[in-house]
C-alpha cells in the first residue's frame, strides 16, 4: 500500500475503471435510445474479491466493475439493455507473468482445484452466452466465473 504511488493509482484507475465507465456511457446510451436492447460485457478478475495479494489497485478497480455491472444491469434493464462482468481466473499474460514467482504459481496451483492455469480461448464460451439473447436473455447483473474453481476453494 505505501509504495503505490499516485501515477500508478491514477493510470490503473484509468485503465481498468475509467475507460469502461466511458464505454458504458457511450455504448450504453445509443443501446437504450435505439430501443432495441443489447449486451455489455465487462471483464473483471478473480482478484476482485476476495483481494489477492499483490494487485492491491487493481483489485479495487475490479471491485469496482463488479459494482458498475450491477448496478447498470438494474438501471438499463428496463431497456432491455443487460449488463454482465465475466471474472476471468489465472491466465497468464505479458501484464503479470513478472508477478508468478515460482512461491506464487505453487499457491495458485494449490488453490486452483482444475490445476493448472487458464487458456484464453476459455474464456469465449462465456462470451459468446452472455453476447447472444437467444442463450441467455434472461442474466444481468451476473458475475460469471471462469477460474477454474479457484474462488470456490476455502481452507
Same mark, same amino acid.
Given at each position: 500500500? &505505501?509504495?503505490? $504511488?499516485?501515477?500508478?493509482?491514477?493510470? %490503473?484507475?484509468?485503465?481498468?475503471?475509467?475507460? =469502461?465507465?466511458?464505454?458504458?456511457?457511450? &455504448?450504453?446510451? #445509443? !443501446?437504450?435510445?435505439?430501443?432495441?436492447?443489447?449486451? @455489455? @460485457?465487462?471483464?473483471?478478475? *478473480?482478484?476482485?474479491?476476495?483481494?489477492?495479494?499483490?494487485?492491491? $489497485? =487493481?483489485? @479495487?478497480?475490479? *471491485?469496482? %466493475?463488479?459494482?458498475? $455491472?450491477?448496478?447498470?444491469? #438494474?438501471?438499463?434493464?428496463?431497456h432491455k439493455v443487460r449488463v454482465n462482468? @465475466?471474472?476471468?481466473?489465472?491466465?497468464?499474460?505479458?501484464?503479470?507473468?513478472?508477478?508468478?514467482?515460482?512461491? #506464487? $504459481?505453487?499457491? %495458485?496451483?494449490?488453490?486452483?482445484? !482444475?490445476?493448472? &492455469?487458464?487458456? *484464453?480461448?476459455?474464456?469465449?464460451?462465456?462470451?459468446?452466452?452472455?453476447?447472444?439473447?437467444?442463450?441467455?436473455?434472461?442474466?444481468?447483473?451476473?458475475?460469471? #466465473?471462469?477460474?477454474?474453481?479457484?474462488?470456490?476453494m476455502t481452507i
Amino acid at each position: 500500500m &505505501f509504495e503505490i $504511488t499516485r501515477e500508478e493509482w491514477d493510470k %490503473i484507475l484509468a485503465v481498468n475503471l475509467t475507460s =469502461y465507465f466511458l464505454a458504458s456511457q457511450i &455504448f450504453g446510451r #445509443r !443501446m437504450v435510445e435505439q430501443g432495441e436492447g443489447g449486451s @455489455i @460485457i465487462n471483464v473483471s478478475s *478473480a482478484s476482485s474479491g476476495p483481494p489477492l495479494s499483490k494487485v492491491f $489497485t =487493481y483489485g @479495487i478497480t475490479k *471491485a469496482g %466493475i463488479n459494482n458498475m $455491472t450491477q448496478f447498470l444491469a #438494474r438501471e438499463w434493464a428496463p431497456h432491455k439493455v443487460r449488463v454482465n462482468a @465475466i471474472a476471468p481466473g489465472f491466465f497468464p499474460a505479458e501484464q503479470n507473468r513478472k508477478l508468478l514467482t515460482e512461491e #506464487r $504459481t505453487a499457491s %495458485i496451483m494449490g488453490h486452483t482445484p !482444475m490445476g493448472r &492455469f487458464g487458456e *484464453a480461448d476459455e474464456l469465449s464460451g462465456a462470451v459468446v452466452w452472455l453476447a447472444s439473447d437467444a442463450a441467455s436473455s434472461f442474466v444481468t447483473g451476473t458475475l460469471v #466465473r471462469v477460474d477454474g474453481g479457484f474462488t470456490a476453494m476455502t481452507i
